[in-house]
Structure formats: C-alpha cells, structure tokens
C-alpha cells in the first residue's frame, strides 16, 4: 500500500482481524452490484469507501427525482443523468484507488454468466422478481455468494445465498415467484427512504466479512428488520435436496426465460400511452379507469378518467359498460393489471392495461402531470 492508503485505510489496518493482510484482500476483491438504487446506493458507497479494488455497476436507468429520497449515489444535480455517471463521480470521490466498472444494460439471461464471472461477490440490489431468480441462478452456476437484501415500505430483510457454502439459495425459500401484479414494489407500495440504507449497509458489511474471511456470514440465516419496531429478527434458512438449482438432482443448469417463469410473457392485453394519447385526440370512444387511491389521485390525474380504487372494484362493476373500450391504468401499472384480470374474468372483453401507468404518460405524453 501507498502512504495514502496506509492513512486511509489505516483505521482497519488497526484493526487484527483486518490487518494490512485483510486490507490487501479488499483492495483486490471484485465486487459486482445489480442496480445503481435503493440498495446499491449504500452497499456501493460503504465497498467502495472501504477499498473494495473493483466495483462492477449494472444499470440501465436515469436519476429521477422520486429516487433522491433513498438512492444517496445521485444528487439534485443529477436528476436526467445516467446513473451509472452520477454513481461513479460519487464513488471516485469517496475513493479515487478504485477501479468502477459501468454495465450499462440490463441484467439479463443473455449477459448475465459473462457480468457474474469477472467478479468474486454480487450484491443483488434489484426490485423485480426475474433478476432475483437470474442473479440466483446465475450464482450458484458460478459458485460465487449472491448477497441478497430487499425492502417494502417499512420492512427489510437480507441474507447471503451461498450453497457451495453450505446454505441454501432464493429457490430453496422461493421456488415458485407470485403471480403478475400481486406484490408491487416500491413506486407502487412507497419505502421508508432510510430503509434501503440500513438493509444495503447489512449487505455491504456482509461482502467485507465475505472477502476478509471473518465473522459469521449470513449463510443459512435470514435477517428481517423491522422500522417501526426497530425490531431485528432472524430466521434460519435450510437448503432444500429437491431445489431445481442447487439441489441434489438440479433440473436448471443454465439460465433460463424468466420474464416467462415468473408470468411476465403472458402479459395481458395492453396499450401504449401514445395510442391512449392518440385515442383520447381522436374522440374514441374510451372508458378510462383510474384503480389507484384517491390521495394518489388528488396529485395526479389523466382528465376523463374515472376514479374507482382497485379495492372498490368487484362492488362497482355495475357502474362500468361491459362492451366499451376500456382502459385501465394505476401508477405504473401493476395494480392496472390485476384490474384487467378482474375485469375479463367479469366479462369485458375489450379492456387492457396501460403501460407504464400515468408515470409513463408524465414522462412521455404530458410533462405536466405531476410525478410521484
């Protein structure tokens, strides 16, 4: 080490159970984080200001405004950029020893095994169900720790998926993924904006003890936080022999179509916010539905739109008209789609989802239309 990074790092080095030995293992450690958000902000931030050698970036967003309230890569200053430029100024900043290295694509079945394999450690920071299997999957293949953390509005949890370990992987807790629509995430549910720090730090600080060979790792437990208790709990996790991956007979060895295995490709039918846009110019004939609430209503709102909130829904189908037009929206579209199964499992038959919800049509057809 040089004598800047003796001084930098040298409250570690103090430390016997990092040592200038440890300290050398982080700064050649390669670390690869899913997602530039919620969870990579803090894990990315505390693994790159602990001298984690190489951090890897997978993104393919822009820094929105609503993400400055938990995502502490990005600043006001950044709102339209990439966000993977926003986070590698900041993490230059916090460090300029390290290498950032910018994957500015999707995680994806296509490029997933050759982004796992130039890393020793992922840190899954995603928000949806097919990059959790896939990053999963894709980890056991590799023989590599998926350090796992997610958060809903008030709750937390993480732990480390490592079967060549001995623990068990996302399969063994979660081998089927719920159905389309059933758990929103969190543009649809809201988050605790301190909460995605509490749970990224838990996964940063799992990557360093998994790097410097110290502690006990979150192998085979669970960690579950709760904010408004300020409660921690932990659940032991057991491998199960008959996981398709990571069991004794696995059925999945390469990665496989998981916008399908998790119900994504039977998308229902749908409408773009241009052709509603279109449409609506047109004087089409149209039955719009709003299902959200109406707090979120009173913020924003697609004019003719008519206001029935998804839980109201069963109870107000007789005020609808079965044979028009009809389009459904929410805010991004998950609870949307719930309401188009309801509504053709009632019968209508020309009812779809539009895509992207009114966050789409702000961003795409009517800037003026307050986002949220």
Sequence with gaps: MTDEERLRYSRHVMMPEVGPEGQR?????????????????????????????????????????????RQILHGTKDVGRKKLESARDRLRDANPNIDVRLHDCRFASENAAELVASYDIVVDGSDNFPTRYLSNDVCVFARK????GSVFRFDGQTTVFAPHLGGPCYRCLFPHPPEPGTVPNCAEAGVLGVLPGIIGMVQAIETVKLILGIGEPLVGRLLHFDALKMKFREFNLRRDPQCPVCGESPTITEP???????????ALPAISVQELK???????????????EPFENEIAKIESAQLIPLRELPDRLNELDHGRYTVVHCHTGMRSAQAVELLRRAGFTNVFNLEGGIARWSDEV???VQKY
Excluded: M, W
Excluded at 27 to 39: F, T
Excluded at 42 to 64: Q, R, T
Excluded at 145 to 148: D, F, G, T
């Design 25 to 69: 293992r982080l700064c050649g450690a390669q670390v690869l984080c899913i997602g530039a958000g919620g969870l990579g902000s803090p894990a990315a931030l505390y693994l790159a200001a602990a001298g984690v050698g190489k951090i890897g970036l997978v993104d393919f967003d822009n820094v929105d405004l609503s993400n400055l309230q």
């Design 366 to 368: 009517d800037p003026a």
């Design 256 to 266: 496989i179509d998981y916008e399908q295995f998790c119900g994504i490709a039977t």
């Design 145 to 148: 720790p998926n350090v796992y």
């Design 278 to 292: 279109r449409r609506l110019d047109s004087r089409h004939p149209i039955q719009l539905i709003d299902v959200r």
